[in-house]
C-alpha cells in the first residue's frame, strides 16, 4: 500500500471581501477535501484545516495517497441475442459496443453472462486505474473554486500565462478577487495542478508590509503555518487569530477596569480584515456621552470596526479598541489617526440627535402619510391608524379576559388603552428622523428617546422603544404593558395585511420577515402567559383594513401552529409531544408549556401506553360510525358489566379530570385518566361495541365518545401510540 503524506493548497489573491471570508475558507477547504475523499485520494477520517486570511485561502488535508486504489467495474454490454449469432459470435454490435468502452474482440471469451430482468446479458468486468494525486487535486481545485459561496464575481485580465497563444492583458478569469498565486505542496513536493491562470509552485507571500521576506519558499506542506508567522508576520488560520484577538481585546480591556462590545459578527469581520492583529485602546471626548449610546456604538462598530468599552453597569465609556494590522514600535500615530478619523463620526451623530429633537414626534405625524409602506396597504400613516385599531381590540380583550373587574381595575384598562393609543400613533415617527435615516437600525429605538427628551409618559417611550421586539431570537421582550400590546399589534398588522394581499412566504423567501414576526407574537403569547386566544386577536386585528383586504385568519391560524411546532421541537420537545398537544390547536398559546409539561408526565406513567393506544381505537371507531354519534350514555342501555363498569369509572374520573382542567391544572388532570385503564381494558375484551341492536351500538359509541372528550382535553393522546 502506498504510503501517504499531507497535502498543503493555498491560492493567494488580492484582499477578499471580509464578510464573506470566513464561509469562503470552509468551503474551499471542506469541499476540496471531500473531492479527495470521494476519489479515494484520502481517507474518511482524513484531517481537512482550514485558513483564511484577507489574502489567502488555503487548506491542509492529513493522509493524502499519491495514487487512489484500481477499482473492479462491470459494465452492462447487451443482451446475448443481441451480442451473439446461433453459432456463440460475437456480432457486430457486440464488437461496436466493446470498442465504445474500450475494448475489443479478446474481451468476448471473458464476457459474463448474467439474467438482466427477464432476459440474459453480457457483462465485461475491468478495472479501473485510480486517480493519480495530480488529476484527483486538480478535478478537486476545480470543484472546490466553482462551488465557492462567492458574493459578487469580478472579472480581470491575466498578466501572465502559457501557451503560444496567450496575450497578456487579453485572457479573462472571473473569480471573487484577481488571484496572484497557487501553492500544491504534498509532503516536500509540488503538485503540478493549475487555476486561474496560475501554475502551482512552493512560494506564498507573507504580511504585505511587516513579512521578513518578500517570496516565502515553503519547506513543506506541514510547514505552513509556522513559515508564515515566522516569516511572513501572518496568523493564517482565522480561527487562531480570532482567537487571538479575543485574547487582546480582553487583556487591554481589562487593563483599564472595562469590557468591550460583545458582537460575534463584528469579531468575524475584523478577523477577516487582518492578519497580523494588534490590539489598541483610543478614546474620543467625554462630551459626546451627551448622544445615546446606540448611536454612538453603532457608528463606531458599523462605520469603523472599532470596538466600544462598557463600564460594570453597562454604559458606554468615552474609550475605545481597534484591531490594527500592523504593529509599530510607536503605535501613537495609528492611535492619532483612529481617534482622528472617529470624531466627524461621533459629531455627525450629535448633530443628527440635536436635529432631530427639534421637532416633536406628533408633528412628524402628517409626515408618515408620505412614507409608502406597501402598494396594496397604503402608507406608514394608513398602517400607524391600523396599529393603533389593532392595539384598542388586544386591550379589550384582556379587558374582558380578566372580568369580573373593579372600578379601579377599568380606568387601569382605560389607561392601558390610551398609552397604546398614543404610542401606536407616534412609534413609526422616528423614520422620518435624519439619525434613522442614517442608522436604520435604530428605529424604535431612537422613537423612545426622543419620547423621554419630550417628556411623554414613561409607558409611551417603553411602548415605542419596544415594540419591535423580539427583533430576534433570543432577543429581550417588551418591558410593560403597553409594549406588550404595542408590539403585539405592530406583528399582527404585519401578518394579517400581507397574508390578506397574498404575500405569504414561500420555501426560503420570507421577504417581508413573516417567519419572525409569527414567532415574536408567540413567544409574547407564552412568554408572559397572556390570558389572549389566538382565534380572537385574529379576528379582532381583520376589521382595521376595512374591506382592503381577504380574511386570512383561518391560513394564519395554520401558519402560527407550524411555526409552533418548529419552535417546540427546537426547544427539545419530541415530535410526538408537540404533535398530541397541537393538534388540539389550543387556542391559548400560553397554556401551551404547560401542555406539553403534563403530556410528558403522563407519557412517564406505566398506564399510557395501553390508554394511547386505546384512545387511537376509539378514534378509529368513531370516524367510522355512521351519522352523528352523541356523547351520552343512556343507563338503563348498559347491558355488559365491564360496559356498565366503564361507564361508572368515567362518571367519577371524567368530572374530577375536567375541574383540574378548568383550574389549568393539566398535569393533575392527564393523571387522574389513569385510573380508566382497567375498565377500558375490561370494555374492549368483553362489549361488541358494534352490536346488532341499534340502540346498544348508538349507547356505547356514545360511551366511547364520552370517553374520548374526556381523554382529549388537554391533547390528542392517541398521538402518543407507537
Given at each position: 500500500m502506498s504510503t501517504t503524506k499531507n497535502l498543503l493548497v493555498e491560492l493567494f489573491v488580492e484582499e477578499l471581501p471580509p464578510k464573506a471570508l470566513k464561509k469562503l475558507g470552509e468551503s474551499f477547504a471542506s469541499t476540496l477535501a471531500?473531492?479527495?475523499?470521494?476519489?479515494?485520494?484520502?481517507?474518511?477520517?482524513?484531517?481537512?484545516?482550514?485558513?483564511?486570511?484577507?489574502?489567502?485561502?488555503?487548506?491542509?488535508?492529513t493522509a493524502v495517497a499519491p495514487k487512489a486504489a484500481d477499482k473492479a467495474q462491470q459494465t452492462k454490454l447487451m443482451p446475448v441475442a443481441v451480442a451473439l449469432d446461433?453459432?456463440?459470435?460475437?456480432?457486430?454490435?457486440?464488437?461496436?459496443?466493446?470498442?465504445?468502452?474500450?475494448?475489443?474482440?479478446?474481451?468476448?471469451?471473458?464476457?459474463?453472462?448474467?439474467?438482466?430482468?427477464?432476459?440474459e446479458a453480457l457483462f465485461l468486468d475491468s478495472i479501473v486505474p485510480g486517480a493519480t494525486l495530480a488529476e484527483g487535486l486538480q478535478r478537486a481545485l476545480d470543484e472546490a473554486l466553482a462551488k465557492l459561496p462567492i458574493p459578487k464575481v469580478m472579472g480581470y485580465q491575466l498578466e501572465t500565462g502559457n501557451g503560444p497563444d496567450f496575450q497578456p492583458g487579453w485572457?479573462?478569469?472571473?473569480?471573487?478577487?484577481?488571484?496572484?498565486?497557487?501553492?500544491?505542496?504534498?509532503?516536500?513536493?509540488?503538485v503540478p495542478v493549475a487555476t486561474l491562470g496560475l501554475t502551482a509552485g512552493r512560494i506564498t507571500h507573507g504580511h504585505r508590509f511587516e513579512a521578513a521576506v518578500a517570496d516565502i519558499s515553503l519547506t513543506d506542506a506541514d510547514s505552513y503555518a509556522a513559515q508564515l508567522a515566522e516569516q511572513g508576520a501572518v496568523i493564517a488560520s482565522f480561527d487562531a487569530r480570532r482567537a487571538e484577538i479575543v485574547r487582546q481585546l480582553t487583556e487591554a480591556a481589562a487593563k483599564e477596569g472595562l469590557t468591550p462590545i460583545d458582537d460575534e459578527g463584528l469579531l468575524d469581520e475584523v478577523t477577516a480584515l487582518v492578519e497580523r492583529p494588534k490590539v489598541l485602546l483610543c478614546r474620543f471626548e467625554p462630551e459626546f456621552l451627551a448622544v445615546p449610546q446606540e448611536c454612538l456604538i453603532l457608528t463606531m462598530k458599523a462605520n469603523q470596526k472599532y470596538f466600544p468599552l462598557l463600564d460594570a453597569q453597562g454604559k458606554l465609556t468615552h474609550k475605545f479598541l481597534i484591531v490594527s494590522n500592523i504593529r509599530p514600535a510607536d503605535a501613537?500615530?495609528?492611535?492619532?489617526?483612529?481617534?482622528?478619523?472617529?470624531?466627524?463620526?461621533?459629531?455627525?451623530?450629535?448633530?443628527?440627535?440635536?436635529?432631530?429633537?427639534?421637532?416633536?414626534?406628533?408633528?412628524?405625524?402628517?409626515?408618515?402619510?408620505k412614507v409608502v409602506y406597501h402598494g396594496k396597504l397604503g402608507s406608514q400613516g394608513d398602517r400607524a391608524e391600523r396599529v393603533r385599531a389593532i392595539g384598542h381590540a388586544i386591550v379589550n380583550q384582556l379587558r374582558l379576559a380578566t372580568l369580573p373587574y373593579t372600578v379601579d381595575a377599568k380606568d387601569e384598562f382605560d389607561v392601558l388603552d390610551s398609552k397604546v393609543q398614543q404610542a401606536a400613533?407616534?412609534?413609526?415617527?422616528?423614520?422620518?428622523?435624519?439619525?434613522?435615516?442614517?442608522?436604520?437600525?435604530?428605529?424604535?429605538?431612537?422613537?423612545?428617546?426622543?419620547?423621554?427628551?419630550?417628556?411623554?409618559?414613561?409607558?409611551?417611550?417603553?411602548?415605542?422603544?419596544?415594540?419591535?421586539?423580539?427583533?430576534?431570537?433570543?432577543?429581550?421582550?417588551?418591558?410593560?404593558?403597553?409594549?406588550?400590546?404595542?408590539?403585539?399589534?405592530?406583528?399582527?398588522?404585519?401578518?394579517?395585511?400581507?397574508?390578506?394581499?397574498?404575500?405569504?412566504?414561500?420555501?426560503?423567501?420570507?421577504p417581508f420577515a413573516l417567519r419572525r414576526h409569527a414567532l415574536g407574537v408567540i413567544r409574547i403569547l407564552v412568554e408572559k402567559n397572556l390570558?389572549?386566544?389566538?382565534?380572537?386577536?385574529?379576528?379582532?386585528?381583520?376589521?382595521?383594513?376595512?374591506?382592503?383586504?381577504?380574511?386570512?385568519?383561518?391560513?394564519?391560524?395554520?401558519?402560527?401552529?407550524?411555526?409552533?411546532?418548529?419552535?417546540?421541537?427546537?426547544?427539545g420537545y419530541s415530535a410526538q409531544e408537540v404533535d398530541a398537544v397541537l393538534a388540539l390547536k389550543p387556542a391559548r398559546l400560553g397554556d401551551v408549556p404547560k401542555r406539553l409539561a403534563a403530556v410528558r408526565s403522563f407519557a412517564a406513567l406505566p398506564e399510557a401506553t395501553a390508554l394511547a393506544a386505546a384512545n387511537k381505537r376509539i378514534g378509529n371507531i368513531l370516524k367510522k360510525a355512521e351519522g352523528e354519534v352523541l356523547a351520552q350514555v343512556d343507563a338503563g342501555l348498559l347491558k355488559e358489566p365491564a360496559e356498565a363498569s366503564l361507564a361508572a369509572a368515567l362518571a367519577e374520573v371524567g368530572p374530577a379530570a375536567d375541574r383540574l382542567f378548568e383550574l389549568h391544572d393539566y398535569e393533575a388532570s392527564l393523571k387522574a385518566l389513569a385510573a380508566l385503564r382497567t375498565p377500558v381494558d375490561a370494555f374492549f375484551d368483553g362489549v361488541m361495541v358494534n352490536a346488532d341492536d341499534p340502540a346498544l351500538r348508538a349507547n356505547r359509541l356514545g360511551l366511547l365518545a364520552s370517553l374520548h372528550a374526556a381523554m382529549n382535553r388537554v391533547a390528542d393522546l392517541s398521538r402518543l401510540a407507537s
Open positions: 471531500a473531492s479527495l475523499r470521494a476519489q479515494g485520494l484520502a481517507a474518511g477520517d482524513a484531517v481537512a484545516t482550514p485558513f483564511a486570511s484577507p489574502r489567502r485561502l488555503a487548506v491542509h488535508v446461433a453459432a456463440g459470435n460475437a456480432t457486430p454490435a457486440l464488437l461496436k459496443k466493446l470498442a465504445s468502452v474500450g475494448a475489443d474482440a479478446s474481451a468476448v471469451p471473458g464476457l459474463k453472462r448474467q439474467i438482466d430482468g427477464k432476459a485572457t479573462t478569469v472571473n473569480f471573487v478577487r484577481p488571484a496572484h498565486g497557487l501553492v500544491a505542496m504534498y509532503g516536500a513536493d509540488v501613537s500615530a495609528v492611535i492619532g489617526g483612529n481617534e482622528r478619523v472617529v470624531r466627524p463620526r461621533l459629531a455627525d451623530a450629535k448633530f443628527f440627535f440635536e436635529q432631530d429633537r427639534k421637532k416633536t414626534l406628533a408633528s412628524r405625524v402628517p409626515g408618515l402619510a400613533l407616534l412609534a413609526k415617527t422616528d423614520l422620518l428622523t435624519d439619525m434613522v435615516g442614517e442608522f436604520p437600525e435604530l428605529q424604535g429605538i431612537m422613537g423612545g428617546y426622543y419620547a423621554r427628551a419630550e417628556g411623554l409618559r414613561d409607558g409611551v417611550a417603553i411602548a415605542i422603544e419596544d415594540h419591535y421586539k423580539p427583533r430576534f431570537a433570543g432577543d429581550a421582550l417588551p418591558r410593560n404593558h403597553s409594549g406588550t400590546v404595542l408590539a403585539l399589534a405592530d406583528k399582527l398588522e404585519t401578518l394579517v395585511g400581507l397574508f390578506g394581499i397574498g404575500q405569504l412566504p414561500t420555501g426560503d423567501k420570507d390570558p389572549l386566544e389566538l382565534p380572537e386577536l385574529l379576528a379582532g386585528a381583520v376589521p382595521a383594513f376595512v374591506d382592503s383586504i381577504e380574511n386570512p385568519s383561518a391560513q394564519l391560524a395554520e401558519f402560527f401552529n407550524d411555526r409552533l411546532a418548529v419552535a417546540l421541537r427546537d426547544q
